[in-house]
Protein backbone atom coordinates (compact mmCIF):
# COMPACT_ATOMS: atom_id res chain seq x y z
CA UNK A 1 0.00 0.00 0.00
CA UNK A 2 1.61 3.22 -0.75
CA UNK A 3 -0.40 6.67 -0.47
CA UNK A 4 1.86 9.86 -2.34
CA UNK A 5 0.42 13.32 -1.32
CA UNK A 6 1.41 16.52 -3.51
CA UNK A 7 0.22 19.49 -4.52
CA UNK A 8 0.97 21.80 -1.04
CA UNK A 9 2.73 25.12 -0.92
CA UNK A 10 2.92 28.57 0.34
CA UNK A 11 -0.24 30.34 -0.82
CA UNK A 12 -1.50 34.30 0.50
CA UNK A 13 -4.77 34.14 2.75
CA UNK A 14 -7.90 34.04 0.37
CA UNK A 15 -5.98 31.46 -2.22
CA UNK A 16 -6.36 28.25 -3.33
CA UNK A 17 -4.00 25.14 -4.06
CA UNK A 18 -5.13 21.55 -5.12
CA UNK A 19 -3.84 18.83 -3.38
CA UNK A 20 -3.38 14.92 -4.92
CA UNK A 21 -2.73 11.81 -3.55
CA UNK A 22 -2.18 9.20 -5.65
CA UNK A 23 -2.79 5.48 -4.41
CA UNK A 24 -1.47 1.82 -5.12
CA UNK A 25 -1.11 -1.63 -3.82
CA UNK A 26 -5.12 -2.09 -2.95
CA UNK A 27 -8.39 -1.64 -4.81
CA UNK A 28 -9.20 1.91 -4.55
CA UNK A 29 -12.26 1.71 -6.11
CA UNK A 30 -13.92 -0.10 -3.30
CA UNK A 31 -12.63 1.79 -0.58
CA UNK A 32 -13.40 5.58 0.95
CA UNK A 33 -11.04 7.67 0.89
CA UNK A 34 -10.12 11.02 3.46
CA UNK A 35 -8.20 13.81 4.28
CA UNK A 36 -6.52 14.84 7.12
CA UNK A 37 -4.56 17.54 8.90
CA UNK A 38 -1.85 18.28 11.47
CA UNK A 39 -1.01 21.42 12.65
CA UNK A 40 2.04 22.05 14.63
CA UNK A 41 1.19 20.97 18.63
CA UNK A 42 -2.38 19.88 17.46
CA UNK A 43 -3.68 15.92 17.12
CA UNK A 44 -4.11 15.38 13.38
CA UNK A 45 -7.83 16.16 12.39
CA UNK A 46 -10.21 15.02 9.77
CA UNK A 47 -10.86 17.60 6.69
CA UNK A 48 -12.95 15.49 4.56
CA UNK A 49 -13.92 11.97 3.77
CA UNK A 50 -15.40 10.59 0.16
CA UNK A 51 -17.17 7.32 -0.36
CA UNK A 52 -16.12 4.80 -2.84
CA UNK A 53 -18.14 6.38 -5.98
CA UNK A 54 -18.68 9.57 -4.72
CA UNK A 55 -21.98 9.66 -3.66
CA UNK A 56 -21.01 10.72 0.34
CA UNK A 57 -18.79 13.60 1.33
CA UNK A 58 -18.21 14.49 4.54
CA UNK A 59 -16.14 17.83 5.59
CA UNK A 60 -14.99 19.39 8.91
CA UNK A 61 -16.79 22.12 10.25
CA UNK A 62 -14.10 24.63 9.87
CA UNK A 63 -13.73 23.68 5.68
CA UNK A 64 -17.27 23.49 4.90
CA UNK A 65 -18.16 25.71 1.81
CA UNK A 66 -14.13 26.08 1.29
CA UNK A 67 -13.08 22.78 0.50
CA UNK A 68 -14.34 20.08 -2.39
CA UNK A 69 -13.28 16.62 -2.27
CA UNK A 70 -13.35 14.70 -4.91
CA UNK A 71 -11.77 11.41 -6.72
CA UNK A 72 -10.98 9.33 -10.23
CA UNK A 73 -10.74 5.83 -9.99
CA UNK A 74 -9.21 5.50 -13.33
CA UNK A 75 -6.63 7.38 -11.83
CA UNK A 76 -6.54 5.89 -8.35
CA UNK A 77 -6.30 9.62 -7.27
CA UNK A 78 -8.40 11.59 -4.73
CA UNK A 79 -7.75 15.50 -4.60
CA UNK A 80 -8.63 18.08 -2.01
CA UNK A 81 -9.37 21.46 -3.41
CA UNK A 82 -9.06 24.07 -0.92
CA UNK A 83 -10.13 27.72 -1.88
CA UNK A 84 -10.23 30.78 0.68
CA UNK A 85 -7.32 29.61 2.77
CA UNK A 86 -6.67 31.01 5.57
CA UNK A 87 -3.78 31.05 7.94
CA UNK A 88 -5.19 28.31 10.51
CA UNK A 89 -5.17 26.01 7.49
CA UNK A 90 -1.70 26.08 8.00
CA UNK A 91 -1.05 21.86 8.46
CA UNK A 92 0.64 18.86 7.16
CA UNK A 93 -2.29 17.28 4.99
CA UNK A 94 -2.30 13.60 4.49
CA UNK A 95 -5.15 11.26 2.89
CA UNK A 96 -6.03 7.72 4.38
CA UNK A 97 -7.71 5.23 3.74
CA UNK A 98 -10.99 4.59 5.44
CA UNK A 99 -11.81 1.59 7.31
CA UNK A 100 -10.10 0.01 9.97
CA UNK A 101 -8.12 -2.37 7.63
CA UNK A 102 -6.12 -0.14 6.29
CA UNK A 103 -5.56 2.16 9.13
CA UNK A 104 -1.75 1.83 9.54
CA UNK A 105 -1.17 3.42 6.23
CA UNK A 106 -0.07 7.03 6.08
CA UNK A 107 1.71 8.81 3.53
CA UNK A 108 4.27 11.27 3.86
CA UNK A 109 2.21 13.99 4.10
CA UNK A 110 2.57 17.92 1.81
CA UNK A 111 2.76 20.97 3.55
CA UNK A 112 0.34 23.41 3.33
CA UNK A 113 1.16 27.23 4.20
CA UNK A 114 -0.98 30.44 4.52
CA UNK A 115 1.05 33.24 5.23
CA UNK A 116 1.53 36.79 3.78
Known amino acids: VQLVESGGGLVQPGGSLRLSCAAS????????MSWYRQAPGLERELVAYISRFSSVRNYAESVKGRFNISRDNTKNTVYLQMNSLRPEDTAVYYC??????????WGQGTQVTVSS
Open 96 to 105: HIAGDYYSAY
Open 25 to 32: GFTFGSVG
